[in-house]
């Protein structure tokens, strides 16, 4: 695939997961959509385009290996190298990035594509496929300093790279790529200050064009969850946990709930499904 290819507009809408620093929450973020839109009925396809951790692969296998038929699943393709794509499962290869998303796209309603933290010609041509482009900020780094917000997002060349991936988007079909930005990884006290809105942030957002959006705390049940391949928006009980649910489980549930609703992706409003933990008792609450 050469650089100068134009982006052929898929007909499924396209959600790929870009920033140029590792570990901001891309592959949990990318994982808790693709889940949360299969909850809607959607037909997901999920790329992974990180050839060297693979996380979003690691996350399906760990799905896969839990084995339940009521842990919905997406189609999954993982990067073989260079811009050679496979569905493991059914051991079809594509040889373009463009062919998957072509054909994938032609039978699927979403295709959500992990992206590593790095910048090649691929993952350049990759976000110009965006119909939403969503880029998380990991606010352990600096929190909310403006200089936090340039290292993420304008200084670290990530900026010119979505303007690029716009104007190419734009030159092939007249589209515009719906960028959000996610305050990721916050502290406990900046989760409960969740409506609180950063001035920094929001003066790049309307410099650069990208809308702003509270993402997920840290909170240590996304990485409990990641290792038996579940999401938040899974059934979780005893039996998918291995223990009951707790008060941890449900704020991690509101906050996801309430990042995909700010992202405005192509489900009506009122159609996502209601949280899936059953109610908790008072016992289970005492147990956080
Ligand atoms: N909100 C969170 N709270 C606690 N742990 C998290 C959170 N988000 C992600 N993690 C954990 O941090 C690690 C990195 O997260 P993730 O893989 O989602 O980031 P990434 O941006 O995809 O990283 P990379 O740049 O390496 O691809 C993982 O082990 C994940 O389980
Ligand atoms: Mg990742």
Redesign the pocket.
């Known amino acids: 695939m050469s650089v100068e290819s134009s982006p052929q507009p898929a007909s499924a809408h396209v959600i790929v997961l870009g920033?140029h620093k590792?570990?901001?929450?891309?592959?949990?973020?990318a994982m808790h959509v693709a889940v949360a839109l299969l909850n809607c009925g959607q037909r997901v396809a999920t790329i992974d385009l990180?050839a060297q951790?693979r996380?979003l692969t690691q996350y399906i296998v760990h799905r896969r290996a839990a084995g339940s038929s009521e842990l919905r699943r997406t189609t999954h393709l993982v990067s073989t190298g260079g811009s050679r794509l496979l569905v493991e499962e059914e051991g079809i290869e594509f040889f373009s990035i463009v062919d998957a998303v072509a054909s994938i796209g032609a039978t699927h309603d979403v295709i959500v594509v992990?992206t590593?933290?790095s910048d090649s010609d691929l993952i350049r041509f990759v976000h110009s496929l965006a119909d939403t482009l969503i880029t998380?900020l990991d606010h352990r780094l600096n929190g909310d300093t403006a200089g936090a917000h340039d290292a993420q997002v304008t200084g670290s060349r990530y900026a010119e790279l979505v303007r690029g991936a716009r104007q190419r988007r734009n030159r092939a079909d007249s589209k515009s790529i719906d960028w959000v930005v996610v305050r990721?990884?916050l502290s406990a006290a900046e989760a409960r200050d969740a409506g609180a809105s950063s001035k920094g942030l929001n003066e790049l957002a309307g410099r650069l064009g990208f809308r702003c959006v509270e993402g997920?705390?840290?909170?240590?049940v996304?990485?409990e969850l990641?290792a038996r391949g579940l999401t938040v928006l899974d059934r979780l009980d005893q039996a998918t946990l291995g223990v009951p649910p707790n008060l941890a489980h449900v704020t991690a549930q509101r906050e996801v709930a309430s990042l995909i609703t700010g992202l405005a992706l192509p489900v009506g409003p009122g159609q996502w499904p209601s949280p899936p933990i059953a109610p908790l008792g008072e016992h289970d609450l005492l147990k956080t």
């Open positions: 920033s590792d570990g901001a929450g891309k592959s949990t973020i990180d951790r996380t992990d590593p933290a998380p990721n990884r997920l705390a840290e909170r240590a996304y990485g990641f």
